[in-house]
C-alpha cells in the first residue's frame, strides 16, 4: 500500500471555508460532517490530493493539540503545497476569489512556476505547477 499524506486543517469559520477553498482553489467537497456551523470533519480533494478541515476549538482530545493562527501571531508551522497544471490560471482565481496574495507568481529556480497567498482566514498555501515526483524521476 502506498503511503499518503493528508494536511488537516482547522478554521473558525470551517463551515464557510469549505465553500470558498472550492470556489477559490478549485477543492471539491468529498465528505462535510456538520452539526450546525461547526463542521467535525470535511475532507476536500484537488486531483488525487486531499486536505482535512474541521472547525477550530479545544472541545475534541485533537483540538487541544492545535493552536490557531491567532495563538501564532498568524505565523504557520507548517502549509499545504498543491500541485496545479496552470500556475497562472490558478493565481488568478485564488486572486478574483480575494487570497491575498504572500509571494507572487514566479518561476522558480528549481522549476516549475509558483506563488503564496493566505485564505481568509491567514493560513498559508503554497500552489505551483513544480512536480517533485515528475521531476526527479527525470533527474
Same mark, same amino acid.
Given at each position: 500500500?502506498?503511503?499518503?499524506?493528508?494536511?488537516?486543517?482547522?478554521?473558525?469559520?470551517?463551515?464557510?471555508?469549505?465553500?470558498? =477553498?472550492?470556489?477559490?482553489?478549485?477543492?471539491?467537497?468529498?465528505?462535510?460532517?456538520?452539526?450546525? /456551523?461547526?463542521?467535525?470533519?470535511?475532507?476536500?480533494?484537488?486531483?488525487?490530493?486531499?486536505?482535512? =478541515?474541521? @472547525? @477550530?476549538?479545544?472541545? @475534541?482530545?485533537?483540538?487541544?493539540?492545535?493552536?490557531?493562527?491567532?495563538?501564532?501571531?498568524?505565523?504557520?508551522?507548517?502549509?499545504?503545497?498543491?500541485?496545479?497544471?496552470?500556475?497562472?490560471?490558478? %493565481?488568478?482565481?485564488?486572486?478574483?476569489?480575494?487570497?491575498?496574495?504572500?509571494?507572487?507568481?514566479? /518561476?522558480?529556480? %528549481?522549476?516549475?512556476?509558483? %506563488?503564496?497567498?493566505?485564505?481568509?482566514?491567514?493560513? =498559508?498555501?503554497?500552489?505551483? @505547477?513544480?512536480?517533485?515526483?515528475?521531476?526527479?524521476?527525470?533527474?
Amino acid at each position: 500500500m502506498a503511503s499518503t499524506i493528508i494536511p488537516c486543517l482547522r478554521y473558525r469559520d470551517a463551515l464557510h471555508m469549505v465553500d470558498w =477553498l472550492c470556489e477559490a482553489f478549485g477543492f471539491e467537497k468529498q465528505a462535510v460532517y456538520a452539526d450546525g /456551523d461547526t463542521v467535525h470533519h470535511a475532507q476536500l480533494t484537488y486531483g488525487d490530493g486531499m486536505i482535512m =478541515l474541521g @472547525s @477550530s476549538g479545544g472541545d @475534541s482530545e485533537w483540538g487541544k493539540l492545535i493552536a490557531d493562527l491567532e495563538d501564532t501571531g498568524r505565523r504557520e508551522t507548517q502549509s499545504p503545497c498543491v500541485i496545479v497544471a496552470d500556475a497562472d490560471a490558478h %493565481y488568478a482565481r485564488a486572486k478574483a476569489a480575494g487570497a491575498q496574495i504572500a509571494i507572487e507568481i514566479a /518561476d522558480q529556480g %528549481y522549476g516549475g512556476r509558483g %506563488y503564496a497567498c493566505r485564505d481568509p482566514e491567514g493560513h =498559508l498555501w503554497w500552489f505551483g @505547477s513544480y512536480d517533485p515526483w515528475q521531476d526527479t524521476a527525470q533527474a
